[in-house]
Each structure stands twice: as structure tokens, then as C-alpha cells.
């Protein structure tokens, strides 16, 4: 006697195979398009520096400014068409467009902010501003 079994085969690969053959990747590249980078913030006795990963770019194409008291830091990828023997399935390694944010509080010295860039890594140094130590006082009564 021949049993039929039906065994539910999980879809793993979630369609990679079929978007690869029918080149449905458009959609997760524009998702891949803009995205955030990693920034970690180190504090020194004298600022705060904003350590971010973006490595393969240039300092000319940063760009920083600061709008009342938020410091943006961003990039913008811009298109290029480049000539090339065959067709790119999926391109993922390509530095997208980026913005960050951060609030600055009044213990910024908004005026000595500065950047650098190597090794890919942009380094933007918020200095502290200069707090003068209260000392101890007596109050006359009049």
C-alpha cells in the first residue's frame, strides 16, 4: 500500500532565488539607500568628541552645521553612472546617504567645534565651555 505524505517545507530562503532570477531587487535598494551610521561619543575632561564610522569618503563630502542648537552631520550619495561590462544584481557595499542629529546643551562651546577626518572616521570635537568654579561667599544682611 503507497502512502502520500505532505511535509510543509519551510521557505527559508524567503524568495532569494526567485528575486535573484527575476532581478526583484529593486525594492531592498531603495531601502539601502539612505541609512544611519555608527557614532560612538567619547568624553575628555575638555570636550565631547563624536567618533563616526564612515569609511571610502572624503572630508569634502561631509557635510556640518548646526541650526539653533541640533549639529547635523551628513553625506549625500549622489548617482553616477559609470560604463561597466555587465549588470549588477545587487550592490550593497556602496556608502549610502547618512544624517545625524545630536542636541547640543548650554555646556557646548558652540564656537570651537571642530572636525577631522582619517582613517574613516570623522571626528567632530565639542568643546566645553570654560565653567567658572563658584566659590564659597558670606552674605551681608543689611
Same mark, same amino acid.
Given at each position: @500500500?503507497?502512502?502520500?505524505?505532505?511535509?510543509?517545507?519551510?521557505?527559508?530562503?524567503?524568495?532569494?532565488? !526567485?528575486?535573484?532570477?527575476?532581478?526583484?531587487?529593486?525594492? %531592498?535598494?531603495? +531601502? %539601502?539607500? *539612505?541609512?544611519?551610521?555608527? $557614532?560612538?561619543? %567619547?568624553? *575628555?575632561?575638555?570636550?565631547? &568628541?563624536?567618533?563616526? $564610522?564612515? /569609511?571610502?569618503? #572624503?572630508?569634502?563630502?561631509?557635510? %556640518?552645521?548646526? &541650526?539653533?542648537?541640533?549639529?547635523?552631520?551628513?553625506? =549625500?550619495?549622489? +548617482?553616477?553612472?559609470?560604463?561597466? +561590462?555587465?549588470?549588477?544584481?545587487?550592490?550593497?557595499?556602496? @556608502? #549610502? /546617504?547618512?544624517?545625524? /542629529?545630536? *542636541?547640543?546643551?548650554? #555646556?557646548? &562651546?558652540? /564656537?570651537?567645534?571642530?572636525?577631522?577626518?582619517? &582613517?574613516?572616521?570623522?571626528?567632530?570635537?565639542?568643546?566645553?565651555? =570654560? $565653567?567658572? !568654579?563658584? *566659590?564659597?561667599?558670606?552674605?551681608? $544682611?543689611?
Amino acid at each position: @500500500m503507497y502512502y502520500k505524505r505532505n511535509f510543509a517545507v519551510p521557505n527559508i530562503f524567503g524568495g532569494i532565488l !526567485e528575486n535573484v532570477v527575476n532581478n526583484n531587487w529593486n525594492h %531592498l535598494n531603495d +531601502e %539601502l539607500k *539612505t541609512s544611519s551610521v555608527p $557614532v560612538n561619543i %567619547l568624553e *575628555t575632561d575638555k570636550s565631547y &568628541d563624536l567618533h563616526v $564610522v564612515a /569609511s571610502g569618503l #572624503k572630508k569634502e563630502d561631509f557635510k %556640518l552645521g548646526i &541650526d539653533k542648537n541640533i549639529l547635523n552631520i551628513s553625506f =549625500e550619495q549622489k +548617482e553616477e553612472n559609470k560604463e561597466q +561590462e555587465g549588470k549588477w544584481i545587487r550592490s550593497e557595499y556602496l @556608502m #549610502k /546617504s547618512f544624517k545625524r /542629529s545630536f *542636541t547640543l546643551n548650554e #555646556k557646548i &562651546d558652540v /564656537s570651537g567645534i571642530s572636525a577631522k577626518y582619517a &582613517d574613516g572616521v570623522l571626528i567632530v570635537s565639542l568643546p566645553k565651555k =570654560e $565653567v567658572a !568654579e563658584q *566659590t564659597a561667599q558670606e552674605i551681608p $544682611v543689611n
